[in-house]
C-alpha cells in the first residue's frame, strides 16, 4: 500500500459547484497534514495546514480523519481560478522540527465555465 | 523579499554529463530539502537536511550527491550514474515548526539531450 494515496482525477467540475477531495495515508505516526495548490509546470504553494479540529479559509474547508486516517479538502462555490493540481503532504513522522514530508500524487481539478 | 531561489531555471545534460542545480534561501531556515517530479507524479525526496555540515538520502538519493556548507545554500549534483535525471526539480526549506510546511523554489526542469 502507498504510504499517501490520492485519487489523480481529473475533476472536470462546473463553475460555482463544490468539489471534494479526500487523500489517505498510513503512517499512523504522522502529526503534520497540509494541502498544497500547483499550476501547470509550477512549484506547489501552500493552500492549508489541516489540524484535528479542522479548518477554514474561505471557500476551503480541510479536515483530518484520524481513525479512518485520511484527510480531505472542500473546495465551495468553485472559482475558474481554481484549476490546478491540489497535492495532500504529510509529515512521516511525530518529530516536530524534522518534517520530511510525503506528498500524494495530486488530484487534478478543472472548473468548467 | 525572503524565498528561495533555484537555479537554473532549465538545464540540458548531456549523456555521461554531471551538472549542478542551485538552491538559495534567505528564510533563515534550517531544513532544506530536494524533491523530484516526473510528469503526472507527486514529488519524491533525493536528500535533505536538517542542519549545516549534515545531510541524509530520502526516498531515491542514488546517482545524486548534495552538500550543504552554509545554511543559505543546498546545492544538488545530479550525476551520470543517473540514468533517467529528465525531471522537474524542487527545492524546499522549512521553518521547523509543524504548521507552516514547505517553502519551495520555482524548480528547475532537466532535461536529457
Known amino acids: 500500500r502507498k504510504e499517501v494515496e490520492q485519487d489523480p482525477g481529473p475533476f472536470n467540475v462546473p463553475e460555482g459547484a463544490t468539489v471534494a477531495f479526500n487523500c489517505t495515508y498510513s503512517?499512523?505516526?504522522?502529526?503534520?497534514f497540509f494541502w498544497y495548490r500547483q499550476d501547470c509546470r509550477k512549484e506547489p504553494k501552500l493552500l492549508m495546514s489541516?489540524?484535528?479540529s479542522g479548518n477554514e479559509d474561505g471557500r476551503f474547508t480541510a479536515q483530518l480523519n484520524r481513525a479512518s486516517q485520511y484527510i480531505s479538502l472542500l473546495i465551495r462555490d468553485s472559482k475558474l481560478s481554481d484549476s490546478a493540481t491540489y497535492l495532500c503532504?504529510?509529515?512521516?513522522?511525530?518529530?516536530?522540527?524534522?518534517?520530511?514530508?510525503?506528498f500524494g500524487t495530486g488530484t487534478r481539478l478543472t472548473i468548467i465555465p | 523579499d525572503g524565498g528561495i531561489t533555484q537555479s537554473p531555471k532549465y538545464l540540458f545534460r548531456k549523456e555521461g554529463q554531471n551538472v549542478t542545480l542551485s538552491c538559495e534561501q534567505n528564510?533563515?531556515?534550517?531544513?532544506m530539502y530536494w524533491y523530484r517530479q516526473d510528469p503526472g507524479q507527486g514529488l519524491r525526496l533525493i536528500y535533505y537536511?536538517?542542519?549545516?555540515?549534515?545531510?541524509q538520502k530520502g526516498d531515491i538519493a542514488e546517482g545524486y550527491s548534495v552538500s550543504r556548507e552554509k545554511k543559505e545554500s543546498f546545492p544538488l549534483t545530479v550525476t551520470s550514474a543517473q540514468k533517467n535525471p529528465t525531471a522537474f526539480y524542487l527545492c524546499?526549506?522549512?521553518?521547523?515548526?509543524?504548521?507552516?510546511?514547505?517553502?519551495f523554489g520555482s524548480g528547475t526542469r532537466l532535461t536529457v539531450v
Open positions: 503532504a504529510m509529515s512521516a513522522g511525530s518529530n516536530f522540527g524534522n518534517e520530511k514530508l510525503t
Open positions: 503512517n499512523s505516526a504522522s502529526q503534520s
Open positions: 489541516v489540524y484535528s
Open positions: 528564510l533563515n531556515h534550517d531544513a
Open positions: 537536511s536538517q542542519i549545516v555540515n549534515d545531510f
Open positions: 524546499a526549506s522549512y521553518t521547523g515548526f509543524g504548521h507552516y510546511g514547505y517553502t
